[in-house]
């Protein structure tokens, strides 16, 4: 498997502390160099997609620091054995956390590439003992307009909660994980504390921030975009050079951050962003039709 920067076992590697309250105790497993030159922490930290603190982008770094978020529950739901509202600390306990270097690619046609610290995403379901029928999950952020100033705005151009989804198959693959930090810390409010999906052969609004809520249907659950725009969001959202957004081409994206040096690197956008070990995923699906 191609996985850039997928690390091994925690038990092989030396423990690193985390910097807060509920994850001081462990620690992780780092990932091997990557191939690709980790973006600045200091940009991915203040260049952010999370309208519920603005559309801006500096609005999440400004305006996270609102946010409460201990103590953290989630609401486990729907076609599941062990349903229930459950402490973070509780869905931690006895999770190895590893290091993995994702590239995020925004369909917005920019691009940055992120040292997560998280574990798979299966890892997690499988502890709610998901039924037979069950053939998707939904994911829900946080509802709190008190501390989210974008939930607020009348003129949001989407609902909250914010509500996202992955069909079964695609949430047990390897390279979806949950992610509770980055660049060796915890994460940061704007990047989706305390609790964030992130699945780096889709594009980033995928990777649902801040989730309060986890349900294992069998029908597709909706997801924000897509009932925003769905002639531009699709439920898939797999990164694909070939199949445009109407208003502008996916063929090539901004690697950021953009300097006096390099301005605008621009970098071919592949396949799967260059995850091609989840076509097998996709076998037989027209990507056209299934954007
Ligand atoms: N999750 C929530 N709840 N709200 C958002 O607005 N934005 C998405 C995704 N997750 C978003 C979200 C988009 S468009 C992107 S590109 C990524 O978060 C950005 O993640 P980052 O800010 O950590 O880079």
Redesign the pocket.
């Known amino acids: 498997m191609h996985v850039i920067g997928a690390a091994g076992l925690a038990s092989s590697v030396p423990a690193v502390a985390l910097h807060t309250g509920w994850m001081d105790s462990k620690g992780f497993a780092p990932a091997p160099p990557s191939e690709d030159t980790v973006t600045p922490r200091g940009y991915?930290t203040s260049?952010?997609?999370?309208?519920?603190f603005g559309t801006d982008k500096n609005d999440?770094a400004e305006l996270g620091s609102r946010l409460t978020t201990e103590p953290w529950k989630v609401e486990v739901a729907g076609l599941v054995g062990k349903p229930g509202t459950y402490d973070i600390e509780d869905l931690l306990t006895g999770v190895d956390l590893e290091e993995r270097i994702y590239r995020?690619r925004?369909?917005?046609a920019w691009s940055?590439v992120?040292p997560w610290i998280g574990f798979p995403l299966k890892t997690l379901l499988e502890r709610f003992n998901p039924l037979g029928s069950a053939k998707y999950v939904a994911f829900t952020?946080l509802y709190r307009p008190e501390e989210m100033p974008g939930q607020r705005s009348y003129f949001s151009s989407?609902k909250y909660p914010?509500v996202e989804g992955l069909r079964l198959d695609e949430a047990y693959h390897p390279l979806a994980i949950m992610a509770v930090g980055m660049y060796g810390q915890v994460l940061p409010n704007?990047?989706?504390a305390p609790l964030?999906l992130v699945v780096p052969w889709k594009?980033?609004?995928k990777?649902?921030?801040?989730i309060v809520r986890i349900e294992l249907t069998e029908t597709r659950p909706r997801t924000t975009w897509n009932l925003t725009a769905s002639n531009e969001y699709g439920f898939f959202a797999n990164v694909n050079p070939t199949v445009h957004h109407p208003r502008w081409s996916q063929g090539s994206e901004r690697r950021l951050p953009s300097s006096l040096f390099n301005g605008n690197r621009k970098v071919s956008t592949r396949m799967y962003n260059g995850y091609d070990e989840v076509a097998g995923l996709y076998a037989g699906m027209n990507l056209r039709l299934n954007y």
Do not use: D, H
Request: one cysteine or more; hydrophobic letters at 35%.
């Open positions: 991915a260049f952010n997609n999370f309208y519920e999440p995020l925004c369909v917005e940055m992120i952020t989407i914010y704007q990047n989706g964030r594009y980033g609004f990777s649902i921030k801040s």
